[in-house]
């Protein structure tokens, strides 16, 4: 009886732990994409070099790979971990009390910030991976005009305001995931933890401000 319920917790934290390596890894891609994203302030070339550099390399493929797999365990252990916790308190009591890191608008849609994000990374590489193809030719070697795709995305009202939604979301959820993820690692300290709170919620708001800034910029860019 013991060993069995012993085996079960094991499992369970074993699938915290891996759904806060994976969130803190997805913390990290987030970042690279957002400072990679800035160069459109610097401009045309320099964004298309980027990303023209970043894809003509055969070591996108295992990095896409690399990054599919930990977006599927991500979301897979989120999902598995939602349904036992309801399923063992259906009253929705698990988030405070079993976890002792009490209840944040941020903590209880964690979900289904979580569903928004999987919907929009979903439509965003049907828009930009897989969208319109133009070419463009800098410094002799041609390539793909992603700038020319994301600014002209950017030109429609309801996409940008859309955008800026999603972007709140993954502010929202990352306002919580990033220091619920150093506890799911064993993390808790009285002095280090609150510090490690405020810390979440500067990253959430540069994560948000950050990738809000570049519709919104591109936008104007039509305007003008
Ligand atoms: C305004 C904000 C953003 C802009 C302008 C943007 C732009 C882009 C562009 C242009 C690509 C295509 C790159 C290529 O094919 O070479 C891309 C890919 C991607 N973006 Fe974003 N992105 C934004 C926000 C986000 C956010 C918040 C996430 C995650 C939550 C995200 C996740 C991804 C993923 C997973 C890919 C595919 C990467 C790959 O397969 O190599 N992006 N993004």
Redesign the pocket.
């Known amino acids: 009886m013991l060993s069995q319920f012993l085996k079960v917790m094991t499992s369970s934290i074993m699938k915290k732990q891996l759904m806060g390596v994976t969130g803190l890894l997805l913390c990290g891609f987030?970042i690279t994409?957002l400072l990679g994203?800035f160069l459109i302030f610097v401009g045309p070339d320099a964004f298309n070099l980027y990303?023209y550099k970043?894809?003509s390399t055969p070591l996108?493929y295992v990095?896409?790979a690399v990054?599919l797999a930990i977006f599927l365990t991500h979301m897979g252990l989120a999902a598995r971990l939602t349904i036992e916790n309801k399923m063992a308190r259906p009253v929705g009591y698990y988030m405070t009390q079993a976890t002792g890191r009490g209840l944040t608008f941020a903590s209880s849609t964690m979900p289904w910030t979580g569903i928004g994000?999987g919907v929009?990374?979903v439509l965003?590489?049907l828009h930009?991976?897989f969208g319109a193809h133009y070419d463009v030719v800098v410094d002799g070697v041609e390539m793909r005009d992603?700038y020319k795709l994301?600014v002209e995305e950017f030109q429609s009202k309801a996409f940008t305001f859309g955008?800026i939604v999603a972007?709140a979301f993954?502010g929202v959820h990352v306002s919580h995931g990033f220091w619920s993820a150093f506890q799911s690692l064993g993390f808790n300290h009285p002095k280090y933890t609150p510090i490690l709170k405020v810390a979440s919620l500067v990253y959430a708001l540069a994560v948000f401000g950050g990738?809000a800034s570049?519709?919104i910029y591109c936008f104007l860019q039509g305007v003008q």
């Open positions: 987030l994409h994203n990303a970043l894809t996108i990095a896409e990054l994000i929009f990374v965003h590489i930009f991976k992603l994301v955008y972007m993954v990738f570049l519709p």
